[in-house]
Nanobody
Framework: QVQLVESGGGLVQAGGSLRLSCSAS????????MGWFRQAPGKEREFVAA????????AYADSVKGRFTISRDNAKNTVYLEMNSLKAEDTAVYFC????????????????WGQGTQVTVSS
C-alpha cells in the first residue's frame, strides 16, 4: 500500500521561503513520477510542479516558474518542493502525488495522494 506524507508547511511572510517534503512508502519509488498540487479555499486543485522518475525532466505551472524548485532523492523515497519569493496567492494546502511511470500535470492522472500540508503566506 502506498502512503505519501507531506511536511514542512507553515506560516511565512511574503517574500519568504519554505521547503516542503513528501515521504513515500513505496518499495519502488524510482518507478513513480511525482507531482505537487495545491488547493486554495473555494478553488480547484491546481498543478504546481512535477518531476520524472530519475529527475531527468521537470515541469512547473507558470505561476511558480522561477520561484519554486522540485527535486527528489530516490535513496530517501522523498520529493521536495523548494518555494522562494512566496506570495499571498501561494496560500493553499499543498499535496504531493505519485503516478506510475509517467510525469503528468493533471490531477486525475495521479494514482496516489498525500493528506496535504498547509502553507499560509501573510502579506
Amino acid at each position: 500500500q502506498v502512503q505519501l506524507v507531506e511536511s514542512g508547511g507553515g506560516l511565512v511572510q511574503a517574500g519568504g521561503s519554505l521547503r516542503l517534503s513528501c515521504s513515500a512508502s513505496i518499495r519502488t519509488f524510482s518507478s513513480y513520477a511525482m507531482g505537487w498540487f495545491r488547493q486554495a479555499p473555494g478553488k480547484e486543485r491546481e498543478f504546481v510542479a512535477a518531476i520524472s522518475r530519475i529527475s531527468t525532466n521537470t515541469a512547473y505551472a507558470d505561476s511558480v516558474k522561477g520561484r519554486f524548485t522540485i527535486s527528489r532523492d530516490n535513496a530517501k523515497n522523498t520529493v521536495y518542493l523548494e518555494m522562494n519569493s512566496l506570495k499571498a496567492e501561494d496560500t493553499a494546502v499543498y499535496f504531493c502525488a505519485a503516478n506510475a511511470l509517467i510525469m503528468r500535470t493533471r490531477a486525475y492522472e495521479y494514482d496516489y495522494w498525500g493528506q496535504g500540508t498547509q502553507v499560509t503566506v501573510s502579506s
